[in-house]
C-alpha cells in the first residue's frame, strides 16, 4: 500500500454568512444640463444631415447610420426599445478598448482608472432621427421624469452617453487590415480581392438593396463580385469583391486625403476586410519507415457512421495507414488541383486524427473519420489556400451543414459525427475585443449541433534576435531563458487567429513534447532543451473578455532552428504525422 502523507484541517469555526450585494462597480456620470451643453450641437447636426442625403433607390427614404458611444456601463434592451420607433432600427453593439475616464465619467474608488466602453448602432432614417431626437430633449428637459413606456433603454443611454456620430468611412477600414493589405498589394497591379461586411438589416429587402447598392458601384469602377453570403442566426452579411489594382491605388490616396468615394461612403458597409484566407506550405509527402500492416492487423474498423470529422486538405486516403478509415466527400472538386505526393497537410491530420503519436504505437480509431478538403494547391503550387473566389466564412458553414442538413438535394453525409477537427486560422484577423465572425458561426454551429469543434490557435513567427552569440556553446538554461524572453516580448503581437477565439469551442495550441526517442538532430537545435513547454511560435494570450487561450496544449514535436541562420523564426518539425516525422 503505497505511503500517503497525512492532511492536517484546522478546527471547525462558525461564522456569520456573508450577504453578497449583487452590485458592479460604482462609477460617477456627469449631469444632464453637462450632457445637453456637450452633446446637444451634435444631435441637432445628425438630424439637420438628413436633408442632405439622397435616395439611393426610388421610395426608400435615405438612411444613416447612427453610432451611440457609452463610457462606465453596459445599456440592456437596446434593440427592443429601437424597435418601437418607426424608422430607426438596431444593428448592434460590441465593445471597445477601455477609454480614459472623461466627460465627468469616473470609476468611484479610482477616478485615475479606465472605464469601460460600448457601442451602440442604429440604422435611421429622417423620422426615426426626429423621434430620436425628441426623446433626448425630453431627458435633458427634465431627467427626473419618467420615460415613456418601453424606452427606459434610451434614457440610459443619454445618461452614459460619450458620444453621438454617425459611422464614417474611417470607421469601415479602422482596425481591420484593409488600408495596410491596399497599400502593399497594389504595387503588384492585378485585380485585387477583399471583403465587404454589411450591418445586418433584419429585413431581407434592405439586406438586398445594400448589396444591389455596392454591386453597382463595384461594377461600375471595373470590379467584380465574386460571392456573397447571408448567414441570419449569426447576423452575418458580406460579400466578396475584386476591384482593379488601380481603382484601389485611388481609395489608398482618397484614405490619406480624407475625400472618399461613394464605395467607402456606402451606409449599409460596416467594415472593409482583407480576404479571409488561410494557407499551408506545400510539402511533398515523406515516406514513414514502419510497418503499418503489423501495426493495424489487430486493429480493425467497426461498421457505424464517422465521430469524427476533419475540414483540411486532400489526403492520401489510400496510405496503408489510412485505407479503409477515411471517408473523403469532395463536392467542390479540391482533388483535381492536387498532384500525386502533394497532400501532406491533410494527410498528416488525418494521420494524427486516426493514430496520434506514430512514435507512441498506440491503437488506432475504431471508427472512420470524415474529411472535407477545404483547402487545395495555389495557382503557382507553392501553398495550400482556402478557395480565393469563396468566403471562407460560408466555406466553414456550408461544410458543418452539409454533415447534419445536407447541401440542396444532398441529404446529411455524416450526421453521426459529434467532433469536428479545424486546423486553419485567418492571419488577416488577429483577436482585437470582439469575436470574428468565422468564430461567432463556429459558435453557433457547435451549440446548434450539439457538437464539439476543436481549433488550432494559430502559428507566429518568433524573431530571437540572438546576434552574433554562439547558441550550440550556450548553457542549456541561457537558451531556455534567451527563448522565454523572446517569447514574452512578442506577447502583444501573438493574439488568437480567428476563430481560435471562439467561446463554445477548444482552442489547441502545441507542447514541445512528443513520444520520439530518438531523431537525427542535423544542423537543428532544441531551442527549448527538452523542457516540456508551450511551442515558441504558438499564439498564448487572452482572448474574448480575458479569456485564456489556448485553452488546452497538445504534443506537437521538437521545435528548433538550423545553427546556420540562428535569427530565424522556429522551424517546426511534427513527428507525429505520415508526412515528416521528427529529425526528417
Known sequence: M????????????????????????????????????????????????????????????PEQVIVLETLTESVENVARAASQIPGLEWLGERDLEEAVAEFGFADETEPTATVPKRLYALMSNQAGMRQLLALWNAWVAD????????????????????????????????????LERWQE???VGAAMPFEIEFWFRADPARRQQAYAEVQALVTGLG????????????????????????????????VQAEDYSQLLRSQGVMF?????????????????????????????????????????????????????????????????????????????MASLVVHGDLNGNGPP???????????????????????????LVDLIHRAIRRLYEGDGQQPPVAPTVRIVSLSLGNPEQPFDVEI?????????????????????????????????????????????????????????QKRPLSPAEAINCISVGGLHADDCVIYEAGNRLDLLRGRKLPTPINTIASGFRRSTNPKSCFPAGGFCIDKIHPTAACARIPQWSLCARRGS
Open 272 to 348: 472593409f476586410r482583407p480576404r479571409a484566407q488561410s494557407t499551408i506550405g506545400l510539402k511533398p509527402i515523406e515516406p514513414v519507415n514502419l510497418d503499418f500492416a503489423e501495426r493495424l492487423r489487430d486493429a480493425a474498423v467497426e461498421e457505424g457512421g464517422p465521430r469524427v470529422a476533419v475540414l483540411d486538405g486532400m489526403p492520401a486516403e489510400n496510405h496503408t495507414a489510412l485505407a479503409g478509415r477515411v471517408i473523403v466527400d469532395d463536392p467542390d472538386g479540391h482533388n483535381a488541383w492536387y498532384q500525386p505526393g502533394q497532400q501532406q497537410h491533410g494527410t498528416a
Open 223 to 254: 470590379g467584380t463580385c465574386l460571392d456573397q453570403s447571408v448567414i441570419p442566426d449569426i447576423l452575418y452579411h458580406a460579400a466578396l469583391v475584386e476591384l482593379p489594382a488601380l481603382v484601389v491605388r485611388q481609395f489608398v490616396q482618397e
Open 365 to 391: 480509431l475504431r471508427h472512420r473519420i470524415y474529411l472535407r478538403p477545404i483547402f487545395h494547391p495555389d495557382s503557382f503550387n507553392v501553398r495550400e489556400i482556402t478557395p480565393p473566389n469563396r468566403l
Open 436 to 492: 470574428s465572425a468565422l468564430a461567432r458561426l463556429l459558435d453557433w454551429l457547435a451549440w446548434k449541433y450539439k457538437i464539439l469543434i476543436i481549433v488550432s490557435i494559430g502559428n507566429r513567427a518568433l524573431p530571437l534576435n540572438l546576434g552574433a552569440d554562439n547558441l550550440d556553446g550556450m548553457e542549456d538554461e541561457e537558451v531556455v531563458s534567451r527563448v522565454l524572453q523572446a517569447m514574452r516580448r512578442e506577447q502583444v
Open 143 to 178: 431627467p427626473t421624469q419618467r420615460a415613456r413606456k418601453n424606452f427606459g433603454p434610451f434614457k440610459k443611454l443619454f445618461e452614459l452617453l460619450a458620444d453621438i456620430r454617425r459611422w464614417g468611412p474611417k470607421d469601415r477600414i479602422s482596425a481591420t487590415g484593409i
Open 2 to 61: 503505497p505511503e500517503l502523507p497525512f492532511l492536517l484541517f484546522p478546527q471547525p469555526v462558525v461564522t456569520q454568512r456573508l450577504g453578497l450585494t449583487g452590485r458592479g462597480k460604482s462609477y460617477r456620470k456627469p449631469t444632464a444640463a453637462q450632457q445637453r451643453a456637450r452633446l446637444e450641437d451634435r444631435f441637432t447636426q445628425i438630424a439637420q444631415s438628413f436633408q442632405n442625403l439622397q435616395a439611393t433607390v426610388v421610395g426608400i427614404d
Open 185 to 187: 498589394d497594389v504595387a
